[in-house]
């Protein structure tokens, strides 16, 4: 799990309710050791604002959305750091959405409790006015009422600024976009993905170059190919760069009532087989993995790949050798 999903699940799984003002402060101090602790392990820009008293409470020091500053002088700044940083043909849309983001947060008919996060996408000065930020905001709520917030800054692919969504947990199917037109909400459907979409989708995520994705899913290259082209239709995207970006920043679904290529088994080639990695073959790996065997040699007798056999190690298929762990936790000082 990347620290982009952990920081996520975590505080998705706020809010809490009905504390004290001691437990609130308990509850601030662990959220503060938190975000200094996973803060150091991505790159995009975290910062913790407090509506009640009108302040930031924490600023990571990575991200291009800091613009130079460190994160002592935006924490001073606060409020006063968005004119500084956001594009001047988009500060006056960034204070309208700051301001219908507080409001929907204090509306007594919003089903705060469900709120997982709200996005939208910005300029930021400076880049020609080229350069697009998403910014994810995360509400943190005490006792029904919106705190603070958590805000996680990262690289848009939007072409325009605006994009306000609103998503919810408990509705998978659907969010909410806010029209600057009518100043209103209006329910909108979620992209949905196949289940093959949906694993293609995963593993880009992890980074893996597209002829080990094909080798794992089973399919050829050029399937492969055909299938991004079909995300990053729906995704209105152009690149596999750009399909993880837009699913890091926005809710993706699979629908697994769709079938994967019902549509386009006339077009693409038969399908490879597939080289099952079953449990009898995990075990013989297992087996010569312990006695010191390299993953080339293993790879070529079971008729796999090495980045096959890694895969299974990331996921937990495969345990190094104790003796191995041993030594390298030895070599690396860790007790």
Same mark, same amino acid.
């Given at each position: 799990m990347t620290p982009k999903n952990t920081i996520d699940q975590f505080f998705?799984?706020?809010?809490?309710s009905e504390i004290t003002g001691r437990d609130i402060d308990a509850g601030m101090e662990c959220c503060l050791q938190l975000l200094k602790t996973v803060s150091h392990s991505f790159d995009e820009t975290i910062y913790l604002i407090d509506f009640h008293h009108s302040c930031f409470r924490f600023v990571s020091n990575k991200g291009i959305?800091?613009?130079?500053?460190?994160?002592?002088e935006v924490l001073q700044l606060g409020y006063d750091f968005y004119p500084e940083v956001v594009h001047p043909k988009d500060f006056e849309m960034v204070t309208k959405i700051h301001q219908v983001v507080e409001d929907y947060f204090s509306h007594p008919d919003t089903p705060i409790r469900d709120l997982a996060f709200i996005v939208f996408d910005f300029r930021i000065r400076g880049y020609k006015g080229k350069l697009m930020l998403n910014q994810k905001v995360m509400p943190l709520v005490v006792n029904n009422q919106v705190r603070m917030a958590l805000c996680v800054v990262s690289r848009s692919v939007s072409k325009k600024s605006g994009n306000l969504f609103a998503y919810f947990n408990g509705q998978e199917d659907?969010?909410?976009?806010?029209?600057?037109?009518n100043n209103l909400w209006k329910r909108e459907g979620l992209i949905e993905l196949t289940p093959k979409e949906?694993?293609?989708?995963?593993? @880009? /995520?992890?980074?893996?170059?597209?002829k $080990?994705?094909?080798?794992?899913?089973?399919?050829?290259?050029?399937d492969l190919r055909n299938t991004q082209t079909v995300i990053n239709r729906k995704m209105n995207v152009s690149s596999k760069v750009e399909t993880v970006i837009f699913a890091n920043?926005?809710?993706?679904?699979?629908?697994?009532?769709?079938?994967?290529?019902?549509?386009?088994?006339?077009?693409?080639?038969?399908?490879?087989?597939?080289?099952?990695m079953t449990k009898e073959k995990l075990k013989r790996i297992q087996e010569d993995m312990n006695i010191g065997e390299s993953n080339n040699s293993?790879?070529?007798?079971?008729?796999?790949g090495e980045y096959t056999i890694r895969y299974h190690k990331?996921?937990?298929? @495969? /345990?190094?050798?104790?003796?191995?762990? $041993?030594?390298?936790?030895?070599?690396?000082?860790?007790k």
């Open positions: 998705e799984s706020l809010p809490v959305f800091l613009c130079g500053r460190s994160p002592g659907s969010c909410f976009q806010y029209s600057f037109e949906w694993e293609i989708l995963n593993l @880009l /995520k992890q980074g893996m170059p597209g $080990e994705i094909a080798d794992i899913i089973g399919i050829t290259e050029k920043n926005h809710r993706v679904v699979v629908n697994s009532d769709q079938p994967f290529d019902q549509k386009m088994s006339k077009k693409l080639p038969e399908k490879k087989p597939r080289r099952n293993i790879a070529k007798r079971e008729n796999v990331s996921i937990g298929n @495969l /345990k190094m050798p104790q003796e191995i762990r $041993e030594l390298m936790k030895s070599s690396s000082g860790i």
